[in-house]
């Protein structure tokens, strides 16, 4: 079983950046391909970023391609998301999810067993 815990989100203005943390328990975290998710008021919520647990290939969704950045320190049980140049579109609450040996389909929910309680992100104009 894998327990995460995201934290890093909060308040800040267009342009700016913020980098998200999900810290993971359990001595496996290796294994796991991680994802990290959002959901804006009123919307469903949707595929941010993927890293697989080789940390060989990293997977984005057009709307965050070439502003984020997904990676993992395997050493720290941490997955990281590093967002750039943010706008108020990407005002969400940001989920980690996590899901043993997954190597495809990296942007569907419901291949992630294990999922984070989020946090959220407020991008001001």
């Known amino acids: 079983q894998v327990q995460l815990v995201e934290s890093g989100g909060g308040l800040v203005q267009a342009g700016g950046s913020l980098r998200l943390s999900c810290a993971a328990s359990g001595r496996t975290f290796s294994s796991y391909t991680m994802g990290w998710f959002r959901q804006a008021p009123g919307k469903e919520r949707e595929f941010v970023a993927a890293i697989n647990w080789s940390a060989g290939s990293t997977y984005y969704a057009n709307s965050v391609k070439g502003r984020f950045t997904i990676s993992r320190d395997n050493a720290k049980n941490t997955v990281y998301l590093q967002m750039n140049s943010l706008k108020p579109e990407d005002t969400a609450v940001y989920y980690c999810?996590?899901?043993?040996?997954?190597?495809?389909?990296?942007?569907?929910?419901?291949?992630?067993?294990?999922w984070g309680q989020g946090t959220q992100v407020t991008v001001s104009s």
């Open positions: 999810a996590a899901d043993r040996y997954l190597s495809g389909n990296y942007y569907l929910q419901f291949e992630y067993d294990h």
